[in-house]
């Protein structure tokens, strides 16, 4: 049974600075990991998908790596900016099934 | 290219009444999944449907269902609803494949009193 964990649980940054989240899971047969971005009572947005023939993707400032041997991913947010507050999801599929498994999630908060 | 839509955003029920909630995936994605979302237990897996089967199904009680018609919509529906039943429910849509990724409706806000 997959299951994910996120550290921190929160975390607050000024404006400018370069920021990094970390997911860890247990099912190294994981074949992606998705980052999802959830503002305060909205749903969920796709911000990466890596599958697991790949290490990195990246989007604009964001930038997610997946080490399957360690089991974790990072999410990689530069010169973070007051929009980027919200609360980060990482989630995997479990056991081979399309069900995503997700992390408690990270709130993140960039002061201005 | 429309998102994936979720109607009614927000919803106030009674215990015990039953609630259908509706989910209208992105056009040409076949499987649509639900979560529940929750303070005390965060996101967690409801059900998946793939061509009108549901094909996962997770640790919920009876009184959870779901179904998909051809045209992929699905619904969920909630039974003798608890007031632990109050959460925000969330549909997910994706294309086949076990690596595509997943897209989420904004979610239904359910509260039962």
């Known amino acids: 049974k997959q299951e994910v964990t996120q550290i921190p649980a929160a975390l607050s940054v000024p404006e400018g600075e370069n920021l990094v989240l970390n997911c860890s899971f247990t099912d190294s047969a994981i074949y992606n990991l998705q980052w999802f971005r959830q503002d305060p009572g909205k749903g969920l947005t796709s911000l990466l998908l890596?599958?697991?023939?790949?290490r990195e993707q990246t989007s604009g400032r964001l930038n997610a790596s997946l080490d399957k041997s360690s089991g974790r991913s990072t999410l990689y947010i530069a010169a973070s900016q007051p929009g980027d507050s919200a609360t980060y999801l990482c989630?995997?599929?479990?056991?081979?099934?399309?069900?995503?498994?997700f992390g408690s999630g990270t709130r993140l908060q960039v002061q201005p | 290219k429309a998102g994936v839509t979720q109607t009614p955003r927000y919803l106030i029920k009674t215990r015990g009444q039953q609630v259908t909630l509706s989910c209208s995936p992105i056009s040409g994605h076949r499987s649509v999944s639900w979560y529940q979302q929750t303070p005390g237990q965060g996101l967690q897996f409801l059900f998946e449907y793939f061509s009108e089967t549901q094909r996962n199904k997770g640790n919920f009680p009876g009184r959870f269902s779901g179904r998909q018609f051809s045209n992929s919509r699905s619904e969920m529906n909630v039974s003798t609803l608890e007031l632990g039943d109050s959460a925000l429910y969330l549909c997910?849509?994706?294309?086949?494949?076990?690596?595509?990724?997943?897209?989420f409706g904004q979610g239904t806000r359910l509260t039962v009193v």
């Open positions: 997910a849509s994706s294309s086949p494949g076990g690596g595509a990724e997943a897209f």
């Open positions: 989630a995997g599929p479990s056991g081979g099934r399309r069900a995503l498994t």
């Open positions: 890596i599958q697991s023939s790949q």
